[in-house]
């Protein structure tokens, strides 16, 4: 068989994937049963039958050794394989019919003897370090010597989380498919960091999620890349997508601890930036610069890490990661455009290529939705991190504690512990470190164990993990009793609860109860009434509380009244399913109504109380209600009656109230065939009604309202128009009779002075033009421009038609200029100018 | 055209019908030219801010009828800026501290302060050539502050009230106007005038309603021409509004508006929360229950959402219950449960007071007032 050449720096990511799943779940399991490889050796047999068998192979580890796999040759190392699973293969190769590589799945085998290899106590491998400090460029394999007589001496005095921190891939707890992303997501940048070829990525679901990207194959985008020009969105180095990667997920997940790992085993120096970091803006700049540009002392580059980025404070240095990411893809871009590949691979290659982000980065948080991030999540591939589940959890609980010399603990105190920590491996690490020194010997120990493990349940361990229960929980867990635990037991458990919330959430607990009561099997009215009294003792807490700022602590004695609902109302079954489902409670529909009117409300009585006049209370808005809309009489007698239309629209009309046409729709955001259009008073005096049919009755009152209020402004406006006519007419006739000679009486305003004047002016004028004398001409055409008009304020809002109508009267004479003086305008400047000086 | 209660508002001491003693009181005060600060009391509707502004007129003339509404802008200490209204005249300035909530204080320690720094001057005195030993001595040199709702304003307000009243008196006359006094710190009321202004009888109301009546021709025409039956609508009215007189002329309109043609028998329009409420009371009696109580959950709510002010609710419920105890028949010791459920009112009512979740006490006192019927029903003794 011809030596097959294989690049494992590709496969071991991709092709050893199927095997780890499995080795994950059962990770101190060592000594595999056949039966787990049988599966797995299936799965790729099936899958890797499919690829053509290729001549021969180098493993290119993840360290970077380099390994040369000759087929049929056992090596030394490989004496131990299990002969049963040698002969499993041949068994399957058989029935599939097809051509084995051998070789491929032997090497499967040897990932783990290449671990066991470097450390010799494999089954203790979790204190000694995967030797990783090979550099790349070298396919020199050089063993690590293990560490363990190291972390032995210095066992006393670590804490177990930092000891038993995963150090290989194969550490790794949770979601398989998770890490393997983030294993292939870093992988990617192999051809910009390392100058080696990106591994192809096997994993499929990766592939699509490339493609999606329009981010074609790595491989076929290197061979893209050597032809010269190729698809559009092609990054030129072959990067993935998104150039950040951010990890979120609840905290002792192991987001930290995978991003290390994989760094570390990909080759790359990892520089952390955490949350104990400065991370104003220009510090964080230079960090991030190095970082991402120099090369580390040891010679291998960089990966930075950006832990704990959600907090509030990290503004400057999110600002930054954008601002680098926008850089490197204006700089891509224009690669792109340009194709100056070779100027810009070299590192060297001046300003633009230095733009370009040539170094991977994680980004670690807790919420990825929180505030801070909003900038930089669209930018970056996101990973969420679950909880590791619970059997993961125990093994590797197990295997710690038994390697402390716990012996075996009890599985009661394993699921209680990892219950109780809800997924958190840190926490419960530690919790063993403390607790399990006490040693578990004899059985009673262990039940008291077992007890205090069992007392942090559901609420200290939350204390612990310094996350609070939610408020709605703690309400619930005040009416139902739990069959196991006794009242005392859980009363304490709920005082210690209520300590730890802050007062706006007791408030929530206390409106939640208040809610609950009433639908308790257990109630009765003389239980609710001493209710009552405690229920008012914590509204005067919370008023207290809210008072006094900066007492919050008076707030904790809130917590008497959940006690006390506590006392009364706890029970097995505790809601009685005949009024569970009745009134009474407040559900969030009829809360959302609630909170609407009150706004609605409060906007209407401001409205009201800027009418100077008359100062109406809330109680007197439905009777204002009906005077303004009434719908005592029938709808004809009442558009008979015109005094009573007249008088309705009059009175809103004085109170500021205008009405509004709304086109509604249906529920689903259809329309509906009738009732298209809503007619409401603004403001919607219907808030203070109680009966429905009236409110019903409401809207065709007023619309008739509305349309004789829009006939009465247009006829009021068509009065006012006669007026400004009448006026207009007036005016051109006082100037005809002023032009006449006639003036009677002196001028009252300076309108009129003006008026006066310019008669006199053209008057001049026209003798002047009689004369054809050009000097006074020119002269009086420059002043008969300049007229002006004092506009009296007339009030009204005839004000501003009038001022129009004015306009279109005079505006037949084309060389005059309009200054309009308004009274009340506060920056209107009177300047003294005497008309006589302008009219010389 | 406006609404009766604002078009019939009385504008001058001399036009008010009733309570002749305190409008000629009034007068002399006005008369005098100067007048201490004035605590004005009483139930709503009864004419206190009638009263009030009918003695400005008298003091300052028609100007104090130029009103106008300005928007303010403070600055609480923390930075949020907080916005109300101000009504004003050329002589006075109104306002009201529930506009402002938590931060009365410290509207009315800048407003005051404002207006009692500066002196005002008397341009009309001026324009008239009137000497300057007549300015100086000019009786109307301070500026009045209305505070509408004064009982509303926090402790803290009023203490802020205290200094300012004595320190700004040459500048400032306060009038406070309030419902009742019970929150009105002792200070204050030590350093004003109190003058109570009670509600008026049912006959003055028809009075009053009958002028206004007589005013509107075109109302008039729909109302029975006989005078007796016109009195004994007016006295239905009266009733039922309960002789707040403001909401007396609005029930007068809204029968108007709402009826084709007022008899004696046509119905009063009453607010329907009150409605609500006697409907409210009768289920208390009758249905002594948790499930009863549930549905009277949902109805507070809705109350409350409607803003009926929870001590009116209160207040309703009570009298009702009151009434409503006396028909009653299930009922064995009459005196003692009413005045169990007049206490229970009491208590809550303290409760509503100092307290802020106003659902929590609504209940309770339905509860307790059920509990006490209860207990005489099935012949407990508590």
């Not at chain 1, 009204?796 to 309009?818: C, H, L, P």
């Amino acid at each position: 068989m011809p030596e097959l050449k294989l690049d494992f720096s590709k496969s071991l990511l991709g092709q050893t994937q199927v095997e780890v799943r499995d080795e994950q779940t059962s990770a101190s399991k060592l000594d595999n049963s056949s039966s787990d490889l049988n599966t797995v050796l299936k799965k790729d047999i099936e899958y890797y039958g499919s690829i053509d068998a290729v001549s021969s192979k180098v493993i290119v580890l993840s360290n970077g050794k380099k390994v040369k796999l000759k087929p049929r040759k056992k090596e030394g190392s490989q004496k131990n394989a299990r002969k049963s699973t040698s002969s499993l293969d041949a068994d399957i190769a058989r029935e599939m019919g097809v051509l084995v590589n051998m070789e491929r799945l032997r090497r499967k085998l040897k990932i783990r003897q290449i671990v066991e290899a470097q450390e010799p106590d494999f089954s203790n491998r979790f204190v000694t370090k995967f030797g990783n400090d090979v550099s790349n460029s070298e396919g020199e394999p050089k063993r690590k010597k293990p560490r363990t007589v190291t972390f032995r001496s210095r066992m006393g005095n670590t804490m177990w989380t930092e000891k038993y921190r995963p150090q290989t891939f194969f550490d790794l707890l949770g979601n398989e498919r998770t890490n393997r992303r983030i294993l292939s997501w870093l992988n990617q940048w192999n051809e910009v960091v390392f100058k080696r070829p990106t591994p192809d990525m096997m994993i499929p679901e990766f592939m699509a999620l490339n493609e999606q990207h329009g981010e074609p194959r790595s491989g076929q985008g290197r061979s893209n890349l050597q032809n010269g020009d190729g698809e559009e969105n092609r990054d030129p180095f072959n990067r993935p997508y998104h150039k950040i990667m951010l990890i979120y997920g609840p905290p002792g997940t192991g987001k930290t601890s995978i991003a290390h790992v994989i760094a570390n085993q990909l080759g790359y120096e990892v520089s952390e930036i955490n949350a104990s970091d400065e991370r104003a803006g220009a510090e964080v700049r230079a960090r991030v610069r190095n970082g991402l540009q120099n090369r580390s002392l040891s010679g291998k580059p960089t990966c930075l890490i950006a832990d704990e980025i959600d907090g509030a404070s990290e503004q400057g240095f999110i600002r930054y990661l954008t601002s680098v990411l926008y850089r490197d893809e204006h700089a891509t871009a224009q690669l792109r455009k340009g194709g100056t590949l070779d100027g810009a691979k070299n590192n060297k290659g001046g300003g633009k290529a230095r733009q370009i982000l040539r170094r991977p980065m994680i980004a670690i948080c807790n919420d990825a939705y929180a505030s801070s991030l909003e900038k930089l999540r669209p930018l970056c591939e996101m990973v969420a991190f679950k909880k590791s589940n619970t059997r993961q959890i125990k093994t590797r609980l197990r295997d710690i504690c038994s390697k402390e010399g716990l012996g075996t603990v009890d599985e009661k105190v394993l699921d209680a512990v990892v219950e109780c920590s809800s997924g958190d491996l840190r926490s419960c690490i530690n919790f063993f470190q403390f607790h399990g020194s006490s040693c578990l010997t004899t059985s009673s120990e262990q039940s008291t164990f077992e007890n205090e493990a069992k007392g942090r349940d559901g609420i200290t361990d939350d204390a612990m993990k310094d996350t609070q229960i939610a408020w709605y929980l703690l309400a619930s867990e005040i009416f139902n009793r739990k069959g196991r635990t006794s009242k005392p037991a859980q009363r304490k458990k709920i005082q210690s609860f209520v300590l730890s919330l802050p007062h706006n959430q007791l408030q929530r607990v206390v409106s939640a109860c208040f809610n609950a009561i009433l639908e308790c099997s257990s109630t009765g009215l003389k239980k609710l009434e001493e209710t009552s009294r405690w229920l008012y003792f914590g509204d005067v807490v919370s008023r207290k509380c809210r008072a006094f700022t900066g007492r919050a602590e008076i707030g904790t004695y809130e917590g008497a009244v959940i006690n006390e609902v506590f006392e009364k109302f706890n029970d097995v079954d505790v809601f009685s399913s005949a009024r569970a489902n009745d009134g009474g409670r407040l559900h969030f529909g009829t809360r959302d109504t609630f909170g609407d009117m009150k706004i609605q409300t409060r906007e209407t009585m401001q409205r009201i109380s800027k009418n100077p006049q008359l100062r109406l209370s809330v109680d007197e808005l439905s009777i204002l209600s009906s005077i303004v809309i009434p719908t005592g009489v029938s709808l004809q007698e009442f558009s008979s009656s015109a005094d009573k239309v007249d008088h309705a629209v009059s009175v809103a009309r004085k109170l500021g109230f205008h009405y509004e046409t709304k086109s509604t729709r249906g529920k689903d955001g259809e329309f509906s065939n009738f009732h298209d259009k809503t007619h409401i008073m603004v403001p919607n005096l219907a808030v203070f009604l109680m009966s429905q049919s009236t409110v019903s009755k409401q809207e065709a009152v007023i619309q008739r309202l509305q349309r004789h209020y829009l006939r009465r402004r247009e006829a009021q406006k068509a009065l006012e128009e006669r007026e400004r006519k009448r006026e207009a007419a007036e005016v051109a006739r006082g100037i005809v009779s002023e032009k006449n000679g006639a003036v009677g009486g002196k001028a009252l305003s300076s309108a009129e002075f003006f008026k006066k004047k310019y008669s006199e002016m053209s008057t001049k004028l026209s003798h002047g033009q009689e004369k054809g004398d050009a000097g006074t001409k020119k002269v009086a055409r420059g002043l008969g421009m300049l007229a002006v008009i004092r506009k009296k304020s007339s009030g009204g809002n005839g004000n501003a038609d009038g001022e129009r109508k004015e306009k279109g009267v005079m505006s037949a004479n084309a060389n005059r200029i309009w200054i309009k003086y308004h009274e009340g305008f506060s920056n209107a400047v009177r300047k003294e100018i005497t008309w006589s000086h302008l009219f010389g | 055209m406006s609404l009766w209660a604002d078009k019939y508002r009385p504008k001058t001491l001399g036009q008010l019908t009733y309570h002749p003693d305190i409008s000629k009181k009034l007068k002399l005060l006005a008369k005098s030219g100067d007048f201490p600060h004035i605590l004005m009391y009483g139930p709503s509707g009864a004419g206190k801010k009638t009263r009030c502004m009918s003695l400005l007129h008298e003091l300052y003339g028609s100007g104090v009828d130029r009103l106008k509404v300005d928007v303010k802008t403070f600055q609480t200490p923390s930075g949020r800026k907080l916005e109300f209204n101000v009504i004003s005249s050329p002589f006075h300035m109104e306002i009201t501290p529930s506009d402002m909530g938590n931060n009365d204080r410290i509207v009315i320690q800048e407003l005051l302060k404002d207006i009692g720094q500066t002196e005002s001057i008397d341009f009309a005195g001026l324009l008239k050539g009137e000497d300057t030993k007549v300015l100086s001595n000019n009786k109307k040199r301070f500026k009045v502050v209305i505070i509408n709702e004064a009982e509303q304003l926090s402790r803290d307000a009023q203490a802020a009230l205290r200094r300012t009243m004595e320190k700004f008196s040459a500048n400032i006359r306060l009038v406070l106007i309030c419902t009742s006094t019970s929150n009105i710190i002792d200070p204050i009321k030590s350093r004003t005038l109190a003058i109570r202004v009670g509600l008026p009888s049912i006959d003055e109301c028809g009075q009053v309603l009958e002028t206004i009546l007589s005013h509107e021709s075109m109302a008039r025409k729909e109302f029975p021409s006989d005078q007796s039956e016109r009195y004994e609508i007016y006295r239905h009215i009266a009733d039922a509004c309960n002789q707040n007189l403001r909401m007396g002329i609005m029930m007068l309109e809204a029968l108007y508006m709402n009826n084709d043609k007022v008899t004696p028998t046509t119905a009063v329009i009453r607010p329907d929360w009150q409605l609500v409420i006697e409907e409210l009371a009768r289920g208390i009696l009758k249905d002594r229950s948790v499930s009863k109580l549930q549905q009277t959950r949902s109805v507070l709510y809705e109350l409350l959402a409607h803003a009926i002010p929870a001590s009116l609710i209160l207040k309703g419920l009570t009298l009702e219950l009151w009434r409503d105890i006396d028909a009653f028949a299930g009922i064995k010791n009459r005196d003692q449960t009413k005045a169990e459920v007049v206490e229970a009112a009491s208590v809550f009512d303290e409760r509503l007071s100092l307290g802020s979740k106003d659902i929590f006490h609504l209940e309770g006192f339905v509860t307790r007032v059920m509990v006490v019927v209860e207990g005489d029903v099935s012949g407990e003794t508590r």
